[in-house]
């Protein structure tokens, strides 16, 4: 009786969480679809949408599809995306696990100046003298190396790494098992909410990098789908009046406007994410937990 009254008195808190945590979400994944019902809208009549499109519209959609070398360039930054993540996991992770074993010469020092790296940054002219001297600029390269290894990353794996057994180890180690093959069987596919977590983070930062493209990067093969995108988007007002101009040509009495093109570009750039993320949540959420408390 005593437990079904203090269910009772609980139940006005837990609605107030309940519709304080909905009003949140909502605040926070409505600017996203609100875009996205922008995009799809009537220029003319795309102010006055808010929960639905008006005047179902995919014009904006089209012209930026007819840009020269997006197709290209959206491959450039897929390949950046995928290749990136992956070496960065890679090297990060391994150079993680290095450093907490006892028998690395120096792993305290190699430790910490990793982590004086994140406090030091010598600006962008000596960054770019860096790039260019190592061969980099109109190089692929460029979007894949100097990630590579990522200090803010090994930390998150080296503090997940420690809180596995060292039993598991201990047991491979007798039955012969050298680092890097404990590493990759065992060490690695117990590690997957961090990886997930640095994937994801990674990922997004590849795909949505276009500073080293902008200053290293002349040569149009190159050129990411957010450098293209990204100068479009400066120059949206003219994008739009030679789209109008173009459907005038073709007989169509519809207007492009400069915050339609604008909408356009935004969704292109980050509906990929949005759509990979989902299928990581669940370890993301569990290697932030894990982080945060070990850390």
Same mark, same amino acid.
């Given at each position: 009786m005593r437990q079904t009254k203090l269910k009772l008195r609980g139940l006005p808190f837990q609605a107030f969480l309940n519709i304080l945590f909905l009003a949140l979400v909502i605040l926070c994944v409505y600017p996203f679809y609100y875009i996205l019902v922008y995009s799809l809208s009537d220029p003319d009549r795309a102010a006055y949408a808010f929960l639905y499109p008006i005047g179902f519209n995919l014009d904006g959609y089209r012209m930026l599809f007819q840009l020269n070398n997006i197709f290209h360039a959206a491959v450039i930054s897929a390949l950046r995306t995928v290749l990136g993540t992956l070496i960065t996991v890679a090297c990060t992770s391994f150079a993680a696990y290095l450093v907490t074993e006892r028998e690395m010469m120096w792993r305290t020092f190699v430790y910490r100046f990793f982590?004086? %790296? +994140?406090?030091?940054?010598?600006?962008?002219?000596?960054?770019?003298? %860096? +790039?260019?001297?190592?061969?980099?600029?109109?190089?692929?390269?460029?979007?894949?190396?100097?990630?590579?290894?990522?200090?803010?990353? +090994?930390?998150? %794996?080296k503090t997940y790494i420690e809180s596995l057994p060292e039993s598991l180890e201990e047991s491979a180690m007798l039955d012969g098992a050298g680092y890097v093959t404990i590493f990759w069987k065992i060490i690695l596919p117990l590690s997957k909410p961090i990886i997930a977590t640095v994937a994801i983070y990674n990922a997004v930062n590849q795909w949505n990098s276009w500073s080293d493209n902008y200053f290293l990067v002349s040569d149009e093969n190159l050129q990411t789908l957010q450098l293209i995108l990204y100068n479009y988007l400066n120059s949206a007002t003219n994008l739009a009046q030679a789209s109008t101009q173009q459907l005038e040509a073709m007989g169509a009495s519809r207007t492009m406007t400069p915050m339609s093109i604008k909408m356009c570009i935004t969704v292109i750039t980050t509906l990929p994410i949005m759509c990979v993320y989902p299928f990581l949540q669940k370890h993301f959420a569990k290697g932030i937990m894990i982080g945060a408390v070990k850390g």
């Open positions: 982590v004086i %790296t +994140m406090y030091l940054n010598a600006g962008l002219i000596p960054w770019y003298l %860096t +790039m260019r001297a190592y061969g980099l600029k109109n190089n692929f390269l460029l979007y894949i190396l100097p990630g590579a290894v990522s200090a803010y990353y +090994m930390i998150l %794996t």
